[in-house]
């Protein structure tokens, strides 16, 4: 480690799931102070405050009539320019921020480990995750996006893309198209995030690559409602058997059903993942802000700087000192290198 850019003191977090483009083009600025921490969370002070020193960035663009109008949204799968463009609007948003030298895109794995490393109080680390492929107009033009900075895919949002079906109706298989940008995303690299896919879609990813899945922000169906927006234990099992992770989503309704959640619940979520997975397979992808404000978050852990609590209550389980430090950064660091090395391969 170079002595001049020693490792920031005490625990630090990654998150694996963090809607901060959307959030800054819906206002205020994601830089600023939140004017009211009660309705939003997240903002570049808030992560510094909670050292969160890396997280998966999203870009995400919402398919519908009613979010057509909006900066994030296109009406339909068929018109692949405005998806395209709703997705670059957001990928400026990363590149405005690290021009201006508030963050850092990482898209080596030197990046990550220089981010991670980096002094106190240095911008934090963004890996590009798109969430929902429909911004790629065509297969072809996956190596854009990479040259651009997005690593990880998840080929679609909950209401399906023209690549998958997604958990949300329409359910539906992998496409054509989708087995296609498969092919184009493993050549490039690209991380897979199976997080949204329909169950039927998972299966179809999983047939057509034997790459490394993740799930950034997804808990588990046997203790959440039955829908296909969690991971089955097979699922999990699958991740697992491909060196992957399962990122913890903090949504309370994705945590408990029909009663406020409880940090007692994301632990028992953590715990059932862990069962079958390892622990060194689990982490943190809170989703914070995305779509639901703290308070619907697991009681006491709705923003970034309530994290320790949610480190306390994995502690109270009887996680070790070690496998905190795996679930706070260390498993999801292990994780992202891995992928990064072989996407700087391939450059």
């Given amino acids: 480690m170079n002595a001049a850019h020693p490792a920031p003191a005490g625990p630090w977090w990654l ?51 009613e979010s057509a109008g909006m900066p994030w949204g296109y009406a339909s799968s068929s018109d692949a320019d405005a998806a395209h463009a709703a997705g670059v609007r957001q990928l400026e948003v990363y590149e405005a ?3 201006t030298g508030l963050a850092r895109i990482v898209r080596t794995a030197a990046d ?29 033009e996956v190596a854009w996006w990479h040259a651009r900075g997005v690593r990880v895919v998840g080929l679609t949002w909950a209401r399906g893309s023209r690549y998958a ?20 995303l493993d050549a490039c690299g690209i991380l897979h995030d199976a997080s ?21 922000h997804s808990n588990s169906r046997r203790h959440a409602p039955d829908i296909q927006r969690h991971l089955t234990d097979a699922q999990i099992a699958e991740i697992a058997r491909r060196d992957g992770m399962v990122g913890l989503n903090l949504f309370g309704k994705f ?28 982490g943190l992808g809170s989703d914070f ?10 009681a006491g852990c709705g923003r970034p700087e309530e994290l320790p609590a949610l480190a306390d209550a994995l502690a109270g389980a009887g996680w070790e000192s070690a496998e905190l430090d795996g679930f706070r950064h260390a498993n999801w660091m292990r994780t992202l290198r891995a992928s990064l090395s072989r996407t700087s391969s391939r450059r």
Avoid: K, W
Avoid at 34 to 57: C, E, K, N
Avoid at 197 to 216: K, M, N, P, Q, Y
């Fill in 15 to 65: 998150d694996a799931h963090l809607d901060l483009a959307y959030l800054h083009l819906g206002g205020p600025d994601v830089a600023a102070e939140l004017p009211d921490p009660a309705t939003r969370g997240v903002s570049l002070p808030a992560l510094a405050r909670g050292r969160v020193r890396v997280f998966l960035g999203t870009i995400f663009t919402e398919l519908g009539a």
């Fill in 97 to 99: 921020l690290e021009r």
């Fill in 112 to 140: 990550l480990d220089a981010c991670a490393h980096a002094p106190e109080g240095s911008p934090p680390g963004i890996v590009i995750l798109m969430e929902g492929a429909d911004p790629i107009r065509t297969p072809d």
């Fill in 165 to 184: 079906g997604g958990n949300a109706a329409p359910h539906g298989p992998l496409t054509a198209m989708g087995r296609d940008c498969v092919q184009a």
């Fill in 196 to 216: 949204h896919l329909s169950d039927e879609a998972f299966d179809g990813l999983c047939a057509a690559t034997d790459a490394r899945i993740v799930a950034s």
């Fill in 255 to 282: 945590l408990a059903d029909g009663r406020p959640a409880t940090l007692e619940d994301a632990v028992r979520h953590v715990e059932h993942a862990a069962s079958i997975a390892g622990r060194g397979r689990t």
């Fill in 289 to 298: 802000d995305g779509g639901f404000a703290p308070p619907e978050c697991a």
